[in-house]
């Protein structure tokens, strides 16, 4: 008899049936809805991830994980694995001459305390960094005293990449030779071709892993600024409307809410004001 056909063979372990219960867990408990060609991609890497931590199958993963250990380190790997995390050094570059432009002043005068921004969804540091940087050059001596940037994300694994903060040729190639000699230290030996973003910068921004789904968020409520650029693209409408009320409200009244261009807002949340396509000021 062909083995193939034998009745009791073992089911394969890692079929799309099996995986099929980590989607709709995606979708319905983290809120990440797959594109049908990420779904084939995020199989894969899973099976080939779970396979070296010796899971036997999809099946098993959800047993011991989705089931029984939501908040642990097999849920972070399938987080990680899921997530979207494209980000640039200077990415959509109006908004951080807009952001200099508008919180310059503040962040000069010491006697109202530290300027305070959040980087939501920061991905692996770019972004916070990049802000980091228009404002050093602005300001001279920049230091946590004058500004906080706080910057956040849902996945551990672009969080470790963004405190670590080195880039390689191809993350900086969109940064001037004068940004470049001024805010990385480039990598000698077994590191060449390495650059890692300089202390003054490293200091200027705070990580924390927050989801932004979570309904406490242990931060400030009065930031000047907070960009959640290309993040919300992922939620459903009124998920959408949810975040930005209560990004809203930690907002301090006449701060900025910037959002990634070409996002357009089911809904407006009432203390908001639209002053361009993507950024929206708080009612003084
Ligand atoms: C496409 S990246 C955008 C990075 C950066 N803001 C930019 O515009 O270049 C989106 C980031 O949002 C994060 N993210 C997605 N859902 C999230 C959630 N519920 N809470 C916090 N971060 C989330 C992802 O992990 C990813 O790093």
Redesign the pocket.
């Known amino acids: 008899m062909d083995s193939r056909t034998t009745p009791d063979a073992e089911p394969e372990p890692w079929s799309e049936a099996d995986f099929a219960p980590i989607v709709i867990f995606l979708r319905e408990k983290?809120?990440?809805t797959l594109e049908p060609h990420r779904m084939g991609l995020l199989q894969a890497r899973l099976r080939s991830r779970l396979q070296q931590k010796g899971f036997p199958s999809f099946t098993k993963f959800n047993e011991r994980v989705l089931k029984t250990d939501p908040n642990g380190p097999g849920m972070q790997l399938l987080?990680?694995l899921s997530?979207?995390?494209?980000?640039?050094f200077f990415?959509?570059p109006a908004h951080f001459t807009f952001l200099t432009e508008r919180l310059g002043p503040a962040v000069r005068d010491l006697s109202n305390g530290p300027v305070r921004i959040w980087?939501?969804?920061?991905?692996?540091g770019?972004?916070p960094f990049s802000m980091a940087m228009v404002l050093s050059e602005m300001i001279p001596n920049l230091s946590p005293q004058r500004v906080e940037i706080w910057a956040?994300?849902?996945?551990l694994e672009?969080l470790k990449a963004a405190a670590r903060a080195i880039y390689n040729a191809r993350d900086v190639q969109v940064i001037s030779p004068s940004r470049l000699r001024r805010f990385f230290l480039r990598g000698r030996g077994p590191r060449d071709g390495s650059y890692r973003v300089v202390p003054e910068i490293r200091d200027l921004v705070r990580f924390r892993h927050?989801?932004?789904?979570?309904p406490n968020w242990p931060l400030p409520t009065d930031f000047h600024a907070i960009?959640?650029?290309?993040?919300?693209?992922?939620?459903a409408d009124d998920e959408r409307i949810l975040?930005l009320e209560r990004l809203a409200q930690h907002v301090r009244p006449g701060g900025w809410l910037v959002l990634?261009n070409g996002e357009i807002l089911p809904v407006v949340p009432s203390s908001l004001r639209k002053y361009s396509p993507s950024i929206y000021r708080k009612e003084a």
């Open positions: 983290i809120g990440i987080i990680d997530t979207v995390n494209h980000t640039a990415r959509e980087s939501a969804g920061c991905s692996t770019q972004e956040s994300d849902l996945s672009v927050l989801d932004l789904r979570q960009l959640c650029r290309n993040v919300s693209i992922y939620f975040l990634g």
